[in-house]
C-alpha cells in the first residue's frame, strides 16, 4: 500500500516568495496533520482535518500560514510571504477514524527559506 | 501541556537494557511511541490505549500507567538498529486524534 505522499522533497527559495506544500494522505484515511519540526521547538502539530474539514488550526503560527483540504486525496499548505524562521521539515500525517490510531508519517519535506 | 520525556538522551552498548518515560498533566487517552531516524520520518512503534495491556514490538515494549498519566518504553537487548530518537505521543481524552509530542530520547547503541 501506498504510504503518505509529500512533495517536494526539499525546497529552497528566497525570503518572501509563496510556498506551498503538498501532501496526499493514504487512501481511506480520515484524518489529516501537519506537523513542523525544528532542533529548538520538536515536533509541532499546526493544523489537522477530519473528513476535509479543519478541526483545530491553533498551531498554526501566524496569519501567513494557511492550509486546505479540498478533498479526501489532497492537502496543501501554504506560507505566504515566507521568512528564513520558517525554515524546517514539515511533516504530513494521516490517520483512520476514532482515537487510539497510528498515524503515519510522510518523508517529510525540507524548506530552506534564505 | 507537551508531555515530558526522560532521559534526553541515554547511550547503550549493544545488549543493554533501557527505560525511556513519558509524563502527561493531562488525563490520556492513549500514548503512542514513534522512533526517527536522522533525516528521515518518525515511523510508527506502538500505542497503549487506557485500559489497555502491556505491549510489545521484538524486543521494545512499553507500559501505561493510568494512574500517574504516564507510559515507559523498554528496549531490550538492545541492537545497533535501536539508535534514533524516540518521542511520545500523547492523545487526551478530550481531544482525539490528537497528538501532542514529547521533545524526544535520543538513544545511541554502540557495538
Known amino acids: 500500500d501506498a504510504g503518505v505522499i509529500q512533495s517536494p522533497r526539499h525546497e529552497v527559495t528566497e525570503m518572501g516568495q509563496e510556498v506551498t506544500l503538498r501532501c496526499k494522505p493514504i487512501s481511506g484515511h480520515d484524518y489529516l496533520f501537519w506537523y513542523r519540526q525544528t532542533m529548538m521547538r520538536g515536533l509541532e502539530l499546526l493544523i489537522y482535518?477530519?473528513?476535509?474539514?479543519?478541526?483545530?488550526d491553533s498551531g498554526m503560527p501566524e496569519d501567513r500560514f494557511s492550509a486546505k483540504m479540498p478533498n479526501a486525496s489532497f492537502s496543501t499548505l501554504k506560507i505566504q510571504p515566507s521568512e528564513p524562521r520558517d525554515s524546517a521539515v514539515y511533516f504530513c500525517?494521516?490517520?483512520?477514524?476514532?482515537?487510539?490510531?497510528?498515524?503515519?508519517f510522510g518523508d517529510g519535506t525540507r524548506l530552506s527559506i534564505l | 501541556q507537551q508531555p515530558v520525556q526522560s532521559p534526553q538522551a541515554v547511550i547503550l552498548r549493544e545488549g543493554e537494557d533501557a527505560v525511556i518515560n513519558c509524563s502527561s498533566s493531562?488525563?490520556?487517552?492513549?500514548v503512542h511511541w514513534y522512533r526517527q531516524k536522522h533525516g528521515e520520518a518518525p515511523v510508527f512503534l506502538m500505542i497503549l490505549l487506557k485500559g489497555g495491556e502491556q505491549k510489545g514490538h521484538d524486543k521494545i515494549s512499553a507500559s501505561f500507567n493510568e494512574k500517574k498519566q504516564q507510559s515507559s518504553l523498554y528496549l531490550t537487548a538492545s541492537q545497533l538498529s535501536y539508535s534514533g530518537t524516540y518521542f511520545c505521543?500523547?492523545?487526551?481524552?478530550?481531544?482525539?486524534?490528537?497528538?501532542?509530542f514529547g521533545a524526544g530520547t535520543q538513544v545511541v547503541v554502540t557495538p
Open positions: 500525517a494521516s490517520s483512520s477514524y476514532t482515537g487510539g490510531q497510528p498515524q503515519h
Open positions: 505521543g500523547t492523545e487526551w481524552t478530550d481531544s482525539w486524534g490528537k497528538l501532542q
Open positions: 493531562k488525563a490520556l487517552y492513549s
Open positions: 482535518f477530519n473528513n476535509n474539514v479543519p478541526i483545530d
